[in-house]
């Protein structure tokens, strides 16, 4: 069965910093391009960023310079370290796992991120 858990949500003031796990279970995680996406209140589901199996990375505009993707194969973990975080930033953010050159996808449950100005 597979299983991707995020933790490491919650509540932070503007210019704070907070870092995201998606520890996964079920998968060949060295497989998977991994990626961090997130729904706004309007429930518009952006990527914010992604990550190859190799290291290679992907980032929205918005988040640019301000957050760091990074996987580490051996826990079969994924982060998201959120830095001078803004209250647009607030969202659900959501883990997803998508098998390199294959359609196969997989979700996890969501973490709150909200962000006070």
């Known amino acids: 069965q597979v299983q991707l858990v995020e933790s490491g949500g919650g509540l932070e003031h503007a210019g704070g910093s907070l870092r995201l796990s998606c520890t996964t279970s079920?998968?060949?995680?060295?497989?998977?391009?991994m990626g961090w996406y997130r729904q706004t209140p309007e429930n518009q589901r952006e990527l914010v960023a992604s990550?190859?199996?190799?290291?290679?990375?992907n980032y929205a505009a918005s988040v640019k310079g301000r957050f760091t993707i990074s996987r580490d194969n051996a826990r079969n973990t994924v982060y998201l370290q959120m830095d001078n975080l803004k209250p647009e930033d607030t969202a659900v953010y959501f883990c997803?796992?998508?098998?390199?050159?294959?359609?196969?996808?997989?979700w996890g449950q969501g973490t709150q991120v909200t962000v006070s100005s």
């Open positions: 997803k796992a998508r098998k390199t050159w294959d359609t196969l996808t997989y």
């Open positions: 079920g998968i060949v995680f060295s497989e998977y391009t």
């Open positions: 990550i190859g199996g190799g290291g290679g990375t």
